[in-house]
């Protein structure tokens, strides 16, 4: 039976630097996860990563086994990123009102009429995913951080409003906010999202590369061409079977493809066996 991730916060506490090590790599892909869709940009996450899993280990000792340990390290997860300074891509201020003057200086253009081929088919998978995760930006910190937990994260009413520390109802009504925001959005203009919309990512995606905002040689989304076009595939079969909810949750869990890169335990390792941080003294 796998040791439980309670048991290892209780052998780490005790001086267990393995223990330490395996509760990093359990936890790291959750945080990461929550990091890049508040952030949007791979660096500012690996970065707001890192910060928030020290943080973690050293308040280890302050974990009471009152809930699930998963639920109280994406509490300070939560709270790491609300505080957090803007990254560089949420510092320019995107809104729902600038998301629709690109679509419709595109339509304006031509571009969505007449849709250019893309330089590399995978980079239509690369504009999906990055036009999605700005939407979010278009959301205040509190509203996404709800969407992303609900939405992607399956992150239901009481463990949200933990994470969150507000009450379950106004949880709900935060999330359901934001849901009906970018719903309402992806609804009108998103093709693939509805058929019947004009917004194709090989149109949006001419400008986008004439601004440099996407870039085929330093991709931060999509990953092997193959199996991106696949499952961008297979994604529209199946969106076009669910609701306008369902839809929403579908191309979200699916629009970031890239996960962390960082083995983030090494880094705590190092950290440990350096004696970088006083409160790690103990763990040696």
Same mark, same amino acid.
């Given at each position: ?14 001086? *267990?630097?393995? #223990? ?31 910060? +928030?899993?020290? =943080? ?28 957090? !300074?803007?990254?560089?891509? $949420? !510092? ?5 009102? =600038? ?29 999906? #995913? ?27 009413? *009481? ?23 970018? =719903?309402?959005?992806? #609804? ?15 149109? +949006? ?27 961008? $595939? ?14 929403? *949750?579908?191309?979200?869990?699916? #629009? ?8 983030? *335990? ?19």
């Amino acid at each position: 039976m796998e040791t439980t991730t309670e048991q290892l916060v209780t052998e780490a506490v005790q001086g *267990s630097q393995k #223990s330490l090590e395996e509760i990093i790599r359990r936890i790291q892909g959750k945080v990461f996860g929550l990091a890049l869709r508040m952030l949007f940009h791979p660096a500012d996450a690996e970065d707001a990563t890192q910060e +928030i899993l020290i =943080k973690v280990i050293t308040h280890l000792k302050s974990f009471r086994f009152e809930g699930p340990f998963n639920a109280w390290a994406m509490k300070i997860a939560a709270n790491h990123l609300r505080s957090v !300074r803007k990254g560089r891509v $949420e !510092r320019r201020e995107f809104t729902m009102e =600038k998301a629709q003057g690109i679509i419709d200086r595109a339509e304006a253009m031509g571009w969505l009429s007449d849709l250019p081929e893309a330089p590399e088919p995978v980079m239509e998978v690369e504009m999906r #995913s990055a036009c999605t995760q700005a939407l979010l930006l278009a959301l205040d910190r509190g509203h996404r951080m709800a969407f992303i937990l609900g939405v992607v994260m399956d992150v239901k009413g *009481s463990e949200g409003a933990f994470i969150l520390d507000i009450s379950a109802a106004a949880y709900r009504k935060r999330l359901s906010r934001a849901r009906q925001r970018v =719903k309402d959005f992806l #609804s009108r203009n998103c093709g693939f999202f509805n058929d019947a919309n004009p917004c194709r990512c090989a149109g +949006i995606l001419e400008g986008h590369l004439k601004r440099g905002w996407v870039n085929p040689q330093k991709r931060l989304f999509a990953e092997e061409d193959g199996e991106d076009l696949e499952g961008n $595939e297979t994604l529209g079969a199946y969106m076009r079977e669910l609701d306008e909810l369902g839809r929403v *949750s579908a191309l979200y869990k699916a #629009s970031v493809l890239g996960e962390e890169t960082t083995d983030f *335990s090494g880094v705590v390792k190092e950290l440990v066996e350096n004696g970088e941080y006083r409160v790690f003294s103990e763990l040696h």
